[in-house]
């Protein structure tokens, strides 16, 4: 069997991959039972959309740091991934979920930016795949 190299990247990453996970989970319970009486049907949809995108994302880090254990994908583009999915959480789920408990409208102007950052961690992962070499089977 062989020795992982486990780097501070594919540790950070996976862990806060699950962290951000838990917090996902607790988000969508708070909504679900904590908020449901007092949210109206809008603040509620917004709340559970960045819940949804939260967990989603988190799952996204914990690929990135997986794939970063393998020496074949570890590359700078898998760190500017994880980035760019840690980035989005931040800007696209936390302006959500400030929106939907503050009423604060220009809140929604933030949450673009959060996705577009979702969509260079996808793309950048993409690229950190499809850029390795392929060894014949």
């Not at 069997?1 to 996976?14: A, D, G």
């Not at 740091?65 to 760190?79: A, D, I, R, T």
């Amino acid at each position: 069997m062989s020795n992982i190299q486990v780097s501070f990247f594919s540790r950070w990453v996976l862990g806060l991959g699950a962290g951000l996970a838990l917090l996902a989970v607790v988000s969508g319970a708070f909504a679900a039972h904590g908020l449901r009486s007092t949210f109206d049907a809008q603040q509620l949809s917004i709340f559970e959309t960045a819940a949804r995108y939260q967990m989603y994302h988190a799952l996204a880090l914990m690929i990135v740091g997986l794939l970063s254990l393998v020496p074949q994908f570890s590359s700078p583009l898998l760190k500017f991934a994880g980035g760019a999915f840690a980035a989005g959480i931040l800007l696209f789920c936390g302006s959500l979920y400030l929106l939907a408990l503050s009423g604060i409208g220009w809140l929604g102007a933030v949450t673009p930016i959060g996705g577009v950052a979702f969509l260079l961690g996808w793309l950048t992962t993409i690229l950190a795949v499809l850029k390795q070499p392929s060894h014949p089977a």
